[in-house]
């Protein structure tokens, strides 16, 4: 039975109630204060102060102090008004009761709309955390974006200067070769015009100093030496013999690995032309399609080849290969892993988490040979979750991908950090 306290003393203003609660012999530290518009109470053991108030009061900017073994209360009334008594008169024990839970009462909902508005802070934190890291991975990606296309216009003006540079060494080349074959031309024609000088002077003394016998001899000899020298020019001006070469010829390779003898070409032109037939009546809704090669219409080409762009840190263009691969086969779990990479490197985490997902959902049911890619799959989702900042799901992820591969140290390594984050933020929060 609790020792009720009653030489405790109270003084009041119009506006205020002050209260001194003495508890002697005890721990004032581990009293229990409770307090309502129109009920207070102290619950130290073995003493126990109740007091039904005469009036509300505002217990929400109402205070206690609590040293030197005594409890002292400034309670704030609603209404500026001298009281009559501290409390209430006349007050049986079934009123006492009913007063006793409505306080209760009071307070639990008090208690659950804090809870509440906290909750709703605790979100609107969250949805502005959220909204803040997709603008600045939207910036990011606008960055990346505005340097790609300065980059390609920049190797578009350099490509052009070099062309036009190109083009002007032609041009150059052009009009070398033209004064060359002028100069060659003139050269011809003044050796042409010497020659006729020749044979006319010949001719002229052969008239004076000959008789006509001579000069139809001389005439002849001269046609004759004017004809070997026309023959010589001739010899000049044949082109040099055309230069050794070889030309690679690459045959089309063979579809089926066996023999020519052994295989039966007919029906395997067949089987290809309706495969064909077939892979064209299935992409026709894909414009992407109408340009490439067969072979790049093949779901591992196109992998192979968004591989080899991740490699070379091209992930957009590693993106796009993949999503050509996966609207061809949307069954292949490794498109879905390999695209979630591309979007971690690009910091679009939920698309990470997206295409992890789903790459899990491939992976069913779990057995040993799909044991390392739902392992990749579960550290990809858990990076980008904890890069959001949420630790829980991916500390979640990190653990699924440890019973896959106990052994794994740097997936030990990286959960334990992970678990000493959650640690210390769950301390500061406390």
Not at 152 to 161: G, M, P, Q, V
Request: some cysteine; charged content about 30%; proline content about 3%.
């Amino acid at each position: 039975m609790p020792l009720q306290v009653s030489n405790y003393s109270w003084q009041q203003t119009s506006t205020a109630v002050f209260i001194s609660v003495p508890l002697r012999g005890v721990s004032v530290r581990d009293a229990d204060v409770f307090c309502t518009e129109n009920y207070l109470k102290v619950n130290c053991p073995p003493f126990l102060f109740e007091v039904f108030l005469y009036a509300p009061i505002d217990d929400e900017s109402s205070k206690a102090k609590i040293g030197n073994n005594t409890v002292v209360f400034t309670l704030h009334k609603k209404e500026a008004a001298m009281w009559e008594t501290l409390s209430l008169s006349g007050v049986d024990k079934e009123m006492m009761q009913k007063i006793r839970e409505k306080s209760i009462l009071q307070a639990q909902e008090r208690a659950k709309e804090a809870m509440e508005a906290k909750a709703v802070a605790r979100r609107e934190d969250q949805k502005y955390t959220l909204n803040v890291m997709m603008k600045i991975e939207e910036e990011e990606r606008k960055k990346i974006e505005d340097m790609k296309e300065n980059e390609r216009i920049k190797a578009t003006k350099e490509l052009e200067a070099w062309k036009e540079c190109q083009r002007k060494a032609e041009e150059l080349k052009i009009i070398q070769r033209e004064e060359k074959l002028y100069h060659q031309e003139k050269q011809m024609e003044e050796k042409r015009k010497k020659l006729k000088h020749k044979c006319l002077t010949g001719n002229s003394a052969s008239k004076n100093f000959a008789t006509k016998g001579m000069v139809i001899n001389s005439f002849w000899e001269g046609r004759n030496s004017g004809n070997i020298f026309f023959e010589k020019l001739k010899e000049d001006n044949i082109p040099a013999p055309r230069s050794v070469g070889s030309i690679k010829i690459s045959f089309t390779p063979r579809v089926f690995p066996t023999a020519l003898r052994e295989s039966q070409v007919a029906e395997e032109e067949e089987w290809l032309h309706k495969q064909a037939e077939a892979r064209r009546a299935m992409n026709t809704d894909i414009p992407e399609l109408y340009d490439l090669k067969e072979e790049e219409k093949n779901p591992e080409w196109l992998k192979d080849k968004g591989n080899r762009l991740f490699a070379t840190e091209n992930y957009l263009a590693a993106i796009n290969a993949y999503n050509l691969a996966i609207r061809l086969n949307n069954r292949i779990p490794l498109l879905y892993l390999n695209r979630a990479a591309c979007h971690l490197k690009l910091k679009n985490l939920h698309k990470a988490i997206e295409d992890s997902s789903k790459a899990l959902e491939i992976l069913t049911p779990p057995v040993a040979d799909n044991a390392n890619a739902r392992m990749k799959a579960h550290i990809r989702r858990g990076t980008a979750f904890c890069q959001l900042e949420l630790y829980v799901e991916g500390l979640q992820d990190y653990e699924a991908a440890l019973k896959i591969d106990p052994s794994n140290k740097i997936v030990q390594n990286d959960a334990e950090k992970i678990r000493n984050i959650i640690q210390g933020t769950e301390l500061e929060s406390k």
